[in-house]
């Protein structure tokens, strides 16, 4: 038997782009001071609050970013004054889900209030949303630890809402398609008259392509490329497959395996639509398991997402 040289799977890859991004972005809320009154004197310590920021996000755990905050004017009896405040700090990320992600940042600030400037802590808190994968939405509480001029030291603080763009990065992934070829290697074994040749197939491995964000739905080009798998199924009724499902490390991990189990049956559903006996086939999740790429990276993570079908080794009989 010739070998058989068909091409059954595409292995999807996409564009190399940088891992570090700049973004910025705007805010906008309420502020207000603590410990700014001086008994006995009327007092309006609340203003609203506009923002700008701008940030170089390292990786998805660690990024530094510098703003600049129009506090607000706040007044009393002895003194009007104008609060603006220039600020550093590194931000750190805990992703929750793809999508959702905690964050601090502890730094500094450059603090200029009623023509006074002072050098002040900054700490912040806050949950980031992924609206797309270049745009973000935030809300942030902040405090400014050391706001002072000739009459008092105060601490200011604000909670916003902002939105942030990042740059360098495709909504969506360009997509290189190449073909796997999967070679038979073949084993004969000389018998008696009929001469009667048994080969073996060798356990091969096969990618179906990658899954979008919190998927379990084959793509449609993905099925259509298990048209020649299921062609070799046909011609070989001895051999079983095993599709295995994966997925990258956002979220829990039990959430993960679930969803790895939902994108192999998701693969073997296809199989069987296509005329393969459901007993040929066994489905199973291996959630964030034997990763093929880093999940450090927006790429990384795309190829994790993914279903692999392996095709063990079996035996079976030509006559020549």
């Known amino acids: 038997m010739k070998k058989l040289a068909a091409v059954i799977s595409e292995t999807l890859l996409m564009a190399s782009a940088a891992q570090a991004e700049v973004y910025v972005g705007g805010k906008m809320g309420k502020s207000w001071m603590e410990d ?3 008994a006995g004197q009327a007092c309006d310590k609340d203003d609203s609050t ?3 920021f701008v940030g170089y996000e ?3 755990y660690f990024a530094v970013e510098a703003g600049f905050d129009n506090i607000g004017d ?3 009896t002895s003194f009007s004054g104008h609060v603006e405040a220039i600020t550093l700090a590194p931000k750190f990320s805990l992703p929750i889900t793809e999508d959702i992600a905690l964050y601090g940042k502890v730094g500094g600030a450059y603090v200029m209030f009623d023509g006074k400037d002072d050098y002040s802590y900054l700490g912040a808190a806050g949950l980031e949303f992924n ?3 270049n745009v973000t939405a935030r809300a942030e509480y902040q405090t400014l630890t050391d706001i002072s ?4 030291r105060a601490t200011g603080n604000t909670a916003t809402l902002g939105v942030s763009f990042k740059f360098g990065g495709n909504d969506e992934p360009v997509i290189v398609e190449e073909p796997v070829v999967v070679e038979e290697v073949v084993v004969e074994e000389v018998v008696e008259e009929p001469v009667v040749v048994t080969k073996t197939f060798e356990t091969q491995t096969i990618g179906t392509g990658s899954f ?4 379990t739905t084959l793509k449609p080009e993905s099925a259509a490329k298990l048209d020649n798998l299921v062609a070799f199924l046909n011609e070989h009724p001895q051999a079983n497959v095993e599709v295995v499902g994966y ?3 956002s979220g829990p991990a039990a959430y993960n395996l679930k969803v790895s189990e939902k994108r192999a049956e998701s693969v073997a559903n296809a199989l069987v639509e296509k005329g393969i006996d459901s007993s040929r086939i066994q489905a199973r999740g291996e959630g964030e398991n034997n990763p093929i790429a880093s999940n450090d990276t927006r790429e990384g993570r795309q190829q994790n997402r993914r279903v692999e079908v392996v095709v063990p080794e079996f035996e079976y009989q030509v006559q020549q």
């Open 36 to 38: 700014a009154c001086v």
């Open 50 to 52: 506009l923002g700008a």
């Open 58 to 60: 390292m990786n998805k």
């Open 74 to 76: 706040f007044n009393q």
């Open 131 to 133: 609206l797309s994968q």
């Open 149 to 152: 001029n000739d009459v008092t």
């Open 212 to 215: 979008d964000l919190n998927s």
């Open 247 to 249: 997925t990258d490390t």
